[in-house]
T-cell receptor
Framework: NAGVMQNPRHLVRRRGQEARLRCSPMKGHSHVYWYRQLPEEGLKFMVY????????ESGMPKERFSAEFPKEGPSILRIQQVVRGDSAAYFC?????????????FGNGTRLTVT | EDKVVQSPLSLVVHEGDTVTLNCSYE??????LLWYKQEKKAPTFLFMLTSSGIEKKSGRLSSILDKKELFSILNITATQTGDSAVYLC??????????????FGKGTKLSVKP
C-alpha cells in the first residue's frame, strides 16, 4: 500500500528555467495538496486540487506558479522562470474524498535548488 | 491572522528525560489540531485533536488540547535518540468548503543525547 509518491527527490535548476514537480497520491485518494517549506520556516499551504479542479489556490504565488491534477496521471506543480527564492522543499499530501477530520499524509518531498 | 506558535524552538535533552512541547494557536473556526514528526523527509502524522481535555496516547507520546486557552502540548516520556526530530504543530480552520489548508508552526527541534 504505497504512500504519497513524489518525484524527483532532488531537482536542480538554473535561474530562468522551468521546474516540474510530480505527485502521485495514495491509492484511492482523489484530493491533493501542495505545501512549500522554505529553509528555517514552517510548511506553507499552496494549493488544494481534486481531479481536474483547483479548489483552493489561496497560497499560490500570483505569478510563475501553476498546478494541475488531470483525470489521468500525477498532479504537477509547475514553476516557470525559477528564481533563487524558489529554492525550498515542496511537499505533497493526499486524502480520500470524504476526508473531514482525516489527517493529511505527506510524501517525501522534492528539494528544489535554484542556482 | 491565523497563526501557530511553538515553543521552545529547540531543546536538547538526555536519553530517559521527559519533554513537553508547546503549541498555541489563533485560527478562524477551529476544526482540528495536528502534531507531526519530521526527520529528514516527510512529516509523519502523530496525533489529531479535535476535542478539549481528551488525551491521545501512542506509546511514549501523548498529547492534549485546550480549546478554551487555545493551546496543545505534546509529551514524550523516556526519550530515546530516535526521538530526535523536528516536531510540527498545525491547525486547520473551517474555510468555507475548503480543506487541508493547515497552518503550521515553525516547529520544535528536539535533540536527544545518548
Amino acid at each position: 500500500n504505497a504512500g504519497v509518491m513524489q518525484n524527483p527527490r532532488h531537482l536542480v535548476r538554473r535561474r530562468g528555467q522551468e521546474a516540474r514537480l510530480r505527485c502521485s497520491p495514495m491509492k484511492g485518494h482523489s484530493h491533493v495538496y501542495w505545501y512549500r517549506q522554505l529553509p528555517e520556516e514552517g510548511l506553507k499551504f499552496m494549493v488544494y486540487l481534486q481531479k481536474e479542479n483547483i479548489i483552493d489556490e489561496s497560497g499560490m504565488p500570483k505569478e510563475r506558479f501553476s498546478a494541475e491534477f488531470p483525470k489521468e496521471g500525477p498532479s504537477i506543480l509547475r514553476i516557470q522562470q525559477v528564481v533563487r527564492g524558489d529554492s525550498a522543499a515542496y511537499f505533497c499530501a493526499s486524502s480520500p474524498e470524504n476526508s473531514y477530520n482525516s489527517p493529511l499524509h505527506f510524501g517525501n518531498g522534492t528539494r528544489l535548488t535554484v542556482t | 491572522e491565523d497563526k501557530v506558535v511553538q515553543s521552545p524552538l529547540s531543546l536538547v535533552v538526555h536519553e530517559g528525560d521527559t519533554v513537553t512541547l508547546n503549541c498555541s494557536y489563533e485560527v478562524t473556526n477551529f476544526r482540528s489540531l495536528l502534531w507531526y514528526k519530521q526527520e529528514k523527509k516527510a512529516p509523519t502524522f502523530l496525533f489529531m485533536l479535535t476535542s478539549s481535555g481528551i488525551e491521545k496516547k501512542s506509546g511514549r507520546l501523548s498529547s492534549i488540547l485546550d480549546k478554551k486557552e487555545l493551546f496543545s502540548i505534546l509529551n514524550i516520556t523516556a526519550t530515546q535518540t530516535g526521538d530526535s526530530a523536528v516536531y510540527l504543530c498545525a491547525v486547520e480552520g473551517n474555510y468555507g468548503g475548503s480543506q487541508g489548508n493547515l497552518i503550521f508552526g515553525k516547529g520544535t527541534k528536539l535533540s536527544v543525547k545518548p
